[in-house]
């Protein structure tokens, strides 16, 4: 087993909600100058009939604002872990211009990865109408509440282009705290949790290799850094598919985890406004969701779009504790990449129903 960390981390991304409630410095705006420059980029892009995905960062040039977000992103990757970007003004925009847009800051931040195996690169969080508990069904394709869990990014980006007529809000909570309260707490649950455990493949769940093959650990630790990797009911679906359940040490190991996480004094509850952007260390935060209602007129319904990138210079990690590279090799998120460059398979986010 890989080393385990048993001093309490002191870093920025070891913060605790309770005092973020009445400190909104993980909000950032964007300035009128950087709208004018999102507006010329994007008639730039309309006039020359150019793919989302077909787009470089020359195509999309954004003089002050791609700085700022290098400069905003720094607080993501080494700071806090975490930020809202506010202002965007999507109501000036289609749905398929907004996505260009949100796609052309990650290009400005890092490259996009395949969310699933169709080699989706913008992925749309609706409900689908999917049941949330189903072997083969992503929780982001209902309106369920969302157990906190990680995703398979550097980093993961969300903007809200709709809202839901209630519900939806949106949590985050810093695994580097839960780490430090297990340490406190309960230290012996933390071998276990860098142990780690067989998950639900999700698309293969119907297939004869539904399960991995190896354990995925919770909590790994390299040069002092704490990073974390956790889906609970992928988990879970895994001991069913096997037949063979947790033991005692491991299921109250998780069970600690999820109280910490939902520890009102830990975790950090948030409401997205429409044009918000959240942009996540996935190796830090975890996130959640409520459940929501929608308006029943499809064009007002919630609908949020997703980046997950990797980055250029990538988080240290334990050895055992593999990054996150989305769904796909190198060679699924070129060919991701290519198809999605092709007028017509480039349609955007407009509503997918």
């Keep these: ?37 999102i507006a010329k980029a994007v008639a730039s892009v309309d006039r020359r009939g150019l793919p989302f995905a077909a787009l470089t960062k020359d195509d999309f040039p954004l003089p002050t604002l791609a700085p700022q977000l290098r400069k905003w992103q720094e607080n993501v990757v080494s700071g806090r872990g975490f930020y809202v970007l506010r202002g965007l003004n999507t109501a000036d925009y289609t749905d398929e211009q907004v996505g260009t847009i949100f796609w052309a800051m990650g290009l400005h931040l890092g490259q996009a990865v395949t969310q699933n195996p169709r080699g989706d690169l913008l992925g749309h969080v609706y409900d689908h109408g999917r049941r949330y508990g189903n072997i083969d069904v992503r929780g982001y394709e209902t309106n369920a509440h969302l157990p906190f869990h990680t995703d398979s990014g550097d980093v993961v ?11 939806g809000l949106s949590s985050v909570v810093s695994a580097v705290t839960i780490h430090n309260e297990i340490l406190r707490r309960h230290p012996e649950y933390l071998a276990p949790l860098y142990r780690g455990f067989h998950y639900i493949r999700r698309e293969a769940a119907l297939t004869e290799s539904p399960v991995t093959p190896h354990r995925l650990p919770v909590f790994g630790a390299r040069d002092g850094l704490v990073s974390v990797r956790l889906v609970r009911n992928q988990i879970r679906a895994a001991c069913t598919k096997t037949g063979v359940p947790l033991e005692p040490i491991e299921e ?19 409401d997205l406004e429409q044009g918000d952007i959240q942009f996540c260390n996935n190796y830090v935060i975890l996130h959640s969701r409520t459940a929501f209602e929608d308006y029943p007129e499809i064009e007002r319904r919630r609908h949020m779009v997703r980046l997950w990138l990797t980055m250029d ?12 590279n989305g769904y796909g090799d190198r ?12 007028p017509a398979d480039a349609a955007g986010i407009g509503n997918p129903r």
């Excluded at 385990?4 to 410095?25: K, Q």
């Excluded at 980006?157 to 519900?167: A, F, I, V």
């Excluded at 109250?252 to 996480?261: P, Q, S, T, V, W």
């Excluded at 060679?331 to 092709?342: N, T």
């Design 1 to 37: 087993m890989a080393e385990i960390l048993t001093e309490t981390v002191r870093h920025p991304s070891a913060w605790y909600g309770r005092d973020l409630v009445n400190d909104d410095s993980w909000i950032v705006h964007l300035e009128p100058r950087h709208l004018n420059e």
């Design 157 to 167: 980006g969300l903007l809200c282009l709709r809202r839901s007529k209630s519900g």
């Design 252 to 270: 109250a190991a998780l069970d600690l985890f999820d109280e910490l996480a939902y520890d009102a004094s830990i975790h950090l509850d948030m």
């Design 313 to 324: 210079q990538r988080r240290p990690l334990a050895e055992g504790f593999p990054p996150q």
């Design 331 to 342: 060679q699924l998120i070129e060919s991701a990449h290519q198809a999605a460059s092709r």
